[in-house]
């Protein structure tokens, strides 16, 4: 009886502790962690560097982060995000042997200005915000199942179906976008970040940003943001969290339009591109 209920003990034992030691996947942002948890399901555990409401745009990343980091199979970068350049940098010094793959593989990036219409050809910085965007999710969901078969390779077939429910579930997701915006009488929307860039592509809008490349417009070019989303009858001002509702009020105030707010990081990324179209369209 005792060697019995012992036997039983480090069964379950057993049980726990690798249910405690899944293996770990690492991403940079919500989004990206909603995403692999749909392909991984329950061979993986995925942790996220940037928490739920941080801002990408002053994280940096410290000691602890790396070591979490380095502790993980593989790091999965959405691409292009100002962080990610130096934490790959300092992985190769300190675990060479991490797996590092790049989800935005294959996209066909936005360059210059983030504002749509607005296109500094002096400046190529890339606009990372590829997210904003389901049909580039449909790309990068594609990099994300391919790397993970390159992990583990022996877990194939779950993978690939759970893959599957998601492209289906993106091609709805796009065409329930489509058929909202269709109706949205204004085709312009005014925000504070330009992080729609991708999505105002896909849905053939026009994104007016307060902000150009991280850095508040001068008064001149505030003023003319201004006047040109008056001049194209916007209804809508988007902010994200981080900016100030009072500010948002007043502008909305001044413009006579509705103000939404957005949070393009949220890890509930599929509500929050609906909610993104019945904010444009004022539904």
């Known amino acids: 009886m005792i060697a019995a209920i012992a036997a039983i003990t480090i069964l379950f034992g057993c049980n726990n502790t690798t249910t405690r030691k899944k293996p770990v996947l690492a991403v940079s942002i919500q989004p990206q962690k909603y995403l692999l948890e749909k392909i991984v399901g329950e061979k993986y555990t995925v942790t996220c560097l940037l928490a739920q409401g ?3 745009e002053n994280y940096e990343p410290n000691a602890a982060h790396l070591m979490n980091l380095e502790s993980c199979q593989a790091f999965f970068r959405i691409g292009h995000i100002g962080f990610e350049l130096a934490i790959s940098n300092r992985i190769k010094s300190n675990n060479p042997d991490l797996k590092v793959f790049d989800t935005s593989e294959g996209l066909t990036l936005i360059e210059g200005s983030h504002d749509v219409g607005h ?3 002096h400046n190529h910085e890339i606009d990372p915000h590829v997210w904003s965007s389901v049909r580039n999710v449909m790309r990068i969901s594609q990099n994300m199942y391919n790397d993970i078969v390159e992990l583990d390779p022996k877990n194939k077939l779950y993978y690939y179906n759970r893959f599957n429910q998601l492209a289906s579930e993106l091609k709805s997701l ?3 976008i489509v058929q909202i915006l269709d109706s949205a009488e ?3 929307f005014l925000v504070w ?3 729609l860039s991708y999505f105002a592509r896909d849905y053939g809008l026009k994104q007016i940003s307060l902000e150009t490349e991280g850095k508040e417009s001068s008064i001149k070019g505030f003023k003319q943001r201004l006047d040109k989303a008056a ?3 916007v209804s809508v001002f988007l902010y994200q969290q981080e900016f100030d509702s009072r500010q948002a009020e007043a502008i909305g105030k001044e413009l006579g339009v509705r103000i939404e707010n957005i949070n393009p990081m949220n890890y509930d990324w599929e509500n929050e591109m609906l909610s993104t179209a ?3 369209a004022g539904k």
Request: charged letters at 35%; a positive charge; proline letters at 10%.
């Open 54 to 56: 941080a801002n990408p």
């Open 119 to 121: 296109v500094d050809k």
């Open 174 to 176: 796009d065409s329930k």
């Open 186 to 188: 204004c085709k312009s």
């Open 193 to 195: 970040h330009p992080s």
């Open 231 to 233: 001049a194209d009858s």
């Open 278 to 280: 019945r904010a444009i």
